[in-house]
């Protein structure tokens, strides 16, 4: 008797020993899929412009693997592609913003072939494995061979790992600059580039050493001129190598150590036997080649890949532990943890320890730094959802724009590095207002008030000349174009900006943004204007349609069918009929009632107006909360979830646009969305697991809130009750400081 309850103690031990290693192995990182997002539109646009990019959170260089020439407008991977062209270092954010300093290697045996067309090896994705901190590819060489390609980062540097076959004409092909004349469209300007720019590379062979510059911006006909801006590289090798040369576009000099072009870079050539390895580091820096020797030094001293993988892994499962999630299916999970993983990789850190390059006055700063903000699409989700995550990082970030105030006159409104006058409204300053009213103050609080007040006040060069169209090339920065007739009208006029009624209702939204802190700072006759201006909106509400509609310079109202875009941004009547953030009482009164918006709302979604891969509407479906149809939100809200977000590379409906996207998925899980960022206020919709954990920074201690939804199941998915503490909570809005005291919310579901 005894003996048998030993062997079944020992079977269950082994069994718990079992159970607890593959627990312990799969953490918080294990289940992102960085190919969520990386699919193509049938027109061949990109779908959800994500990227497998590897490198620690807000890392300033993505390292991924490139399927294709990247431009404006197309991302460098894209899932359909069949071929690698090579494993880069990339700064593009977004599929509409563009790479700056990027440059890449590939491997390749055989004949030389440096070219992007002729270099490409086919892959499958059986044999490809994509994570935050490793991606690994195995690739068709000559002869029925393969080539087995591998990529950990770090913040400003990567190791890579080529895995050669045997051949006596191996080679590492080096591109550090890509301007391709055969690419000719509106997005992507190359004349001026291709007559202005010369990339530089040389190779030091004693030192196993590669370095070079690329002064390339895709954007640049969007901005100022940068005569100083420049990508600098670092590559080295962990081998000796005595073949080598240079080359640009089809000219290639063996031999040759140094050399300047528009589409150039080097090679090295050698013997590998099957299987052999070879190691190469890559360091990249907006400062100098010394500083990226530095950042090297500093990040992968050695040339242990694991260790610099173990290092990667680490940071991403201490930011992915900030939201946990349990008592749900693993392809949950991954949707989860890879929207949390988009989160963390925009905005880019910018400095490189203690100093950082300024596109703003293109020179060399001390300081902390960071860049590629989308404030357009992040003000309305991701930056609020930071404020919980990152309030040290969101004070960091404020104080970039600052720096960018300081060094160039403006806040930015999408930096690329530099100005663009890309998107409408100055969304710096609802990223502002929001962290101030949370109580976050870690910036310079009078300088952020001095550059909201000039967005909201100082009218950009020849405003009243000049005719707003989107896209345009660079003269000077539009902070808000037409901002002379939005304050003497009380409307952008659609005879000066072909975005007039979004730029109204936008800019609208930003003078409440900057009355809130004008009121709290006491400037009294700001704040009366401010307040003015932000019903400004009304101006384009056409009662007899019950549409915000353009208007011209005389008042006359164009009428619009559902499809026609006239004076919209990305988008028609319908995606801008609900944008009014900051009154949304005063809009229904507007819209007749809080009945006749309801019906309004019932159509928008039942009619397929709704644009969900799109930001404008993502608070639409919480506005169900404020004409008391709350069960609506919530029903929407699970299939918005479910449907727009899935564990397959097509899983991702509409550009993630630097977090946004993954943003509002992330709210709408926990069961509360930030609908006015700068209001503190949230409107309740319905969690979406039965349990969610928030790491929070409060009053200086960390601590964790739960949300529970007691009785969650497909069928449950509308809220009965809400208890904060135990307490009822007995309306459909959450404060900040609600969320931010309490230690547990419990949503009771039901069917």
Not at 286 to 311: G, H, L
Request: with cysteine.
């Amino acid at each position: 008797m005894k003996k048998r309850k030993i062997i079944k103690w020992i079977v269950f031990s082994i069994f718990f020993m079992e159970f607890s290693v593959s627990a312990k192995e799969k953490e918080w990182v294990d289940y992102v899929n960085p190919l969520i997002g990386t699919t193509l539109e049938p027109n061949g646009r990109p779908n959800g412009g994500t990227m497998p990019a590897v490198g620690s959170p807000f890392a300033m260089t993505n390292f991924l693997p490139q399927t294709r020439e990247n431009q404006t407008g197309a991302m460098p991977y894209a899932y359909e592609d069949t071929t690698i062209i090579g494993f880069m270092a990339s700064h593009q954010p977004n599929p509409w913003q563009g790479d700056y300093g990027y440059m890449s290697v590939m491997p390749q045996t055989g004949k030389l072939r440096p070219l992007p067309e002729d270099r490409k090896l086919a892959f499958s994705h059986t044999r490809e494995k994509a994570t935050p901190y490793l991606y690994s590819v195995e690739m068709d060489a000559e002869n029925h061979r393969k080539i087995k390609g591998e990529i950990t980062a770090t913040s400003r540097c990567a190791l890579m790992r080529f895995t050669y076959p045997k051949s006596e004409t191996a080679h590492l092909i080096i591109q550090g600059i890509n301007l391709n004349p055969a690419i000719t469209n509106r997005r992507n300007d190359y004349r001026s580039r291709l007559e202005q720019l010369r990339g530089w590379i040389k190779i030091d062979p004693e030192r196993r050493e590669i370095s070079g510059y690329n002064p390339d911006r895709f954007s640049s006909h969007l901005g100022p001129e940068l005569k100083n801006f420049k990508g600098y590289f670092v590559i080295q090798l962990d081998r000796p190598f005595e073949a080598y040369g240079t080359w640009d576009h089809s000219d290639i000099s063996a031999g040759s150590t140094e050399r300047t072009g528009t589409r150039a870079g080097a090679y090295i050539t050698f013997p590998t036997k099957s299987g052999e390895c070879m190691l190469v580091k890559i360091a990249t820096s907006f400062i100098s080649v010394e500083q990226a020797r530095e950042n090297m030094e500093k990040e992968i001293p050695s040339w242990d890949f694991q260790s610099v993988a173990n290092a990667t892994k680490q940071q991403w499962n201490e930011k992915l532990a900030k939201l946990t999630i349990d008592k749900t299916t693993d392809d949950h999970k991954t949707v989860f943890y890879t929207a949390l993983y988009h989160c963390y990789q925009f905005p880019r850190e910018f400095s490189e320890y203690g100093r950082y390059y300024s596109a703003f006055d293109d020179t060399i700063h001390n300081g902390v730094s960071y860049n590629d903000f989308s404030l357009w699409d992040t003000f309305r989700a991701f930056h609020p959802l930071m404020t919980f995550l990152e309030p040290e990082l969101t004070g960091n970030w404020i104080t970039s724009l600052l720096q960018m105030y300081r060094e160039g006159g403006w806040m930015p409104k999408w930096p690329n590095p530099a100005y663009t006058n890309m998107m409408i409204g100055t969304h710096a300053d609802a990223v502002i207002a929001d962290a101030y009213m949370k109580g976050l103050r870690n910036y310079d609080v009078n300088l952020a008030y001095e550059a909201m007040r000039k967005n909201a006040m100082t009218p950009p060069d020849c405003d009243t000349q000049d005719r707003h169209t989107p896209i345009q090339n660079w003269t000077s920065y539009e902070a808000r174009a037409g901002l002379s007739f939005y304050h003497s009208l009380g409307y952008v006029p659609l005879d000066h900006s072909e975005e007039g009624v979004s730029c109204t209702l936008e800019y609208a939204y930003d003078d409440w943004c900057v009355a809130q802190l004008a009121k709290s700072l006491g400037k009294t006759e700001d704040e009366h204007h401010l307040r003015l201006w932000a019903d400004n909106y009304k101006y384009l509400f056409h009662k007899e349609s019950g549409f915000m509609l353009p208007r011209t310079y005389d008042g006359e109202w164009i009428m619009l069918n559902d499809e026609d875009r006239t004076g919209f941004t990305e988008g028609d009547k319908w995606t801008y009929l609900f944008c009014v953030l900051q009154d949304i009482p005063g809009l229904i009164e507007l819209m007749g009632g809080k009945q006749a918006f309801e019906d309004k709302l019932d159509r928008n979604f039942n009619e397929n107006h709704y644009r969900h891969d799109n930001e404008p509407g993502h608070h639409y479906i919480y506005l169900y909360d404020y004409c008391n149809q709350p069960r609506k939100a919530q029903e929407l809200i699970r299939k918005y979830t479910r449907n727009n977000y899935r564990n397959a590379p097509d899983g991702l409906e509409g550009n993630d646009d630097c977090g946004q996207m993954s943003a509002w998925y992330l709210f709408s899980c926990m069961g509360f969305y930030p609908v006015t960022p700068g209001s503190n206020e949230f409107a309740v919709g319905a969690p979406q697991f039965p349990v969610i954990r928030m790491k929070l920074q409060h009053q200086g201690t960390e601590k964790i809130l739960t949300i529970k939804a007691n009785h969650f199941s497909e069928e449950n998915k509308y809220v009965q009750s809400v208890t904060i503490d135990g307490k009822p909570s007995g309306k459909w809005f959450f404060s900040y400081d609600e969320i931010m005291n309490a230690k547990e919310i419990v949503f009771e579901m039901t069917r």
